[in-house]
């Protein structure tokens, strides 16, 4: 079950955007990524009879943006659609056919009912509807990747280092060493 959904601000400006672009009716697409979280928006179309109040995605573009996640090794993570007037709460033929399309999807909807774009999830079960807390993928875990792979400056510095200790080994063992034994003069 999805208990959190981790989103790519790049993403999301870009579905949100989508969104923008037909203030009087609903957009909608699917959102991929790895695990929990987003890093992928594909746009379907909207084949609901009135767009302005409901969607229905395009059988065959939502097969074909499923496809396209299989071929990249994404999963399917959440459908995406738009509220041009109300909140972002799904509607009961919202929860019907998400409930008819996938058992147990997650629903996310961007509402511009309001100055700003406002975004929340849904996790649409056969018996309850419940709200999937949304967060940024942060900067400090886009910057914790490269900090796994070292760089040269970093390999260069730990020779260097070990380098130095030996150094410093040496030099300390042989000051330590005992004085040398004083030798009996040969017998002439
Ligand atoms: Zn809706």
Redesign the pocket.
């Known amino acids: 079950m999805t208990t959190s959904l981790k989103l790519r601000r790049d993403v999301i400006k870009a579905a949100v955007a989508h969104a923008q672009r037909t203030p009087d009716r ?1 957009v909608c697409g699917l959102l991929g990524g790895h695990g929990t979280l987003v890093t992928q928006y594909l746009p379907v179309n909207n084949v609901a009879q009135d767009p302005r109040r ?2 229905v995605m395009s059988p065959q573009e939502m097969l074909d943006a499923l496809r396209q996640l299989d071929a990249q090794q994404l999963t399917w993570l959440a459908t995406y ?3 041009p007037h ?1 909140n972002p709460i ?2 009961a ?2 929860i019907a056919q998400a409930r008819r399309q996938a058992p147990n999807q997650v ?1 996310v ?1 961007v509402s511009f009912n309001r100055p700003k774009p406002r975004l929340k999830a849904w996790h649409i079960t056969p018996y309850r509807v419940l709200e999937v807390p949304l967060f940024w993928e942060t900067q400090s875990q886009e910057a914790a990747a490269p900090l796994l792979t070292p760089s040269r400056l970093h390999i260069v510095l730990t020779v260097l280092a070990a380098l130095l200790s030996a150094v410093l080994l040496l030099v300390v063992s042989i000051t330590l060493l005992p004085p040398p034994p004083v030798l009996p003069a040969p017998i002439s």
Do not use: K
């Open positions: 609903q409901s969607f659609h738009s509220h109300s799904p509607c033929e919202d629903m909807i």
